[in-house]
């Protein structure tokens, strides 16, 4: 597909940099639920909003995992490579590999392996894969042309230089921290 210069502007600068701030702030929100789990009235309604996070977050993975990685597919779709000639992500990560695994049979569709998944094998290394797309992310707005990069592209530029993502030991097990100065007191 030819895509007019103005077209790759809006779409950078608007729809890509949503879903790359959408990742960010759900890992701030799902952190920020980990935090307050004392706070929720019981952990039926606990569990209902840390799976909001994990799922909002898995969301936005599976779209950037698309924009990044796949190649060739309808013209409908955007995709990096549009951006950057020779554009690569890499070889996928074993995160990618599982998102991409895992994202549409368990999160996406309703599917009849859903049946199938024991609770100690629904967790998701959330901590790589945020840091997974923001690393990927840095590298592509690193190389995209800067006459396509505008106001969007520079409020996630700055947003990405803030994020700082730790994994921690909680009484519940493993768990993160995410900083983002904007956001910090959440």
């Known amino acids: 597909m030819i895509l007019e210069k103005e077209q790759m502007i809006r779409f950078i600068n608007d729809q890509f940099s949503y879903e790359v701030t959408q990742l960010i702030y ?3 929100f799902y952190c ?5 789990k004392d706070r929720f009235q019981n952990n039926t309604q606990f569990t209902i909003f840390k799976n909001i996070a994990i799922e909002h977050i898995l969301l936005h993975s599976r779209n950037l995992l698309e924009f990044f990685y796949y190649r060739g597919e309808e013209a409908k779709y955007a995709r990096a490579y549009e951006y950057v000639k020779g554009w690569s992500a890499g070889d996928k990560s074993a995160i990618i590999k599982e998102l991409e695994r895992r994202v549409n049979e368990e999160i996406s569709h309703l599917s009849w392996k859903r049946l ?5 094998e629904k967790s998701w290394d959330l901590i790589d ?7 990927t992310t840095k590298d592509f707005l690193n190389r995209v042309d800067s006459e396509l990069c505008k106001e969007g592209v520079s409020l996630l530029k700055s947003e990405l ?6 994994k921690v030991k909680t009484k519940d097990g493993d768990g993160f921290t995410f900083t983002i100065d904007i ?3 959440l």
């Open 26 to 28: 759900g890992g701030q």
């Open 116 to 120: 199938g998944v024991k609770p100690e």
């Open 161 to 166: 230089e803030r994020v700082c993502i730790q």
């Open 183 to 185: 956001l910090s007191g």
């Open 129 to 135: 894969l945020i840091n997974s797309f923001v690393n």
């Open 32 to 36: 920020s639920v980990l935090k307050h």
